[in-house]
Every structure is written in structure tokens, then in C-alpha cells.
Nanobody, 115 residues
Framework: QVQLVESGGGLVQPGGSLRLSCLAS????????MGWYRQAPGKERELVARIMRDGTTTYADSVKGRFTMSRDNAKNTVYLQMNSLKPEDTAVYYC?????????WGQGTQVTVSS
């Protein structure tokens, strides 16, 4: 059974940076795509970035040029480097993957951007 554990969230001032990590248990990590999502209070969960098994990445327009997603298959971990953070980036950030057609989510990590 695959479990996802996010870490790295916190409070940061506007313009600052954070790096989120998502550690996946289980085998065959490198064979699957991964995604970062976020959910702000009162809003629906939205896709932030995804990375395919070949390392190809895509980003939401709102984070292009500021966020970078990467993966380290040797560590079963994906990362989300977030730079030039804005108050509107405040949300709970989740990582997601799929196994056998089922969505698997982590517990989330809170990111708060505020002065």
C-alpha cells in the first residue's frame, strides 16, 4: 500500500521561498506520475504542478516561472520549490498519485504567505 507524506510547509513572507517534499512508501515509485495540488479556504482543490515518470513537468498558469517540481526516484520523493511566494499561494498543499486507477493523497502541509 502506498502512503504519501508531505512536509516543508510553514509561514513565509511575501517574496519568500519554501520547498515542499512528498515521500512515497512502496515500490515502483519511478513508474508513476505525481502531482502537487492545493486547496485554499473556501475554494476547490486545484492542480499546481505534475511530473510524469519521464520527468516532464506541467504547471498551472498561476505558478509558472515561480514554482519548480522535481523528483528523486532514488529517494521516492517529489519536491515543489516555491519562489516569489504571494499571499494568494496560501493553502494546504497535497501530493497525489494513482495506483490501479485509484487516487492516493497525502495528509497535506499548510503554506501561509503573510507579512
Amino acid at each position: 500500500q502506498v502512503q504519501l507524506v508531505e512536509s516543508g510547509g510553514g509561514l513565509v513572507q511575501p517574496g519568500g521561498s519554501l520547498r515542499l517534499s512528498c515521500l512515497a512508501s512502496g515500490s515502483a515509485f519511478s513508474a508513476y506520475g505525481m502531482g502537487w495540488y492545493r486547496q485554499a479556504p473556501g475554494k476547490e482543490r486545484e492542480l499546481v504542478a505534475r511530473i510524469m515518470r519521464d520527468g516532464t513537468t506541467t504547471y498551472a498558469d498561476s505558478v509558472k516561472g515561480r514554482f519548480t517540481m522535481s523528483r528523486d526516484n532514488a529517494k521516492n520523493t517529489v519536491y515543489l520549490q516555491m519562489n516569489s511566494l504571494k499571499p494568494e499561494d496560501t493553502a494546504v498543499y497535497y501530493c497525489r498519485t494513482q495506483r490501479l486507477g485509484f487516487d492516493l493523497w497525502g495528509q497535506g502541509t499548510q503554506v501561509t504567505v503573510s507579512s
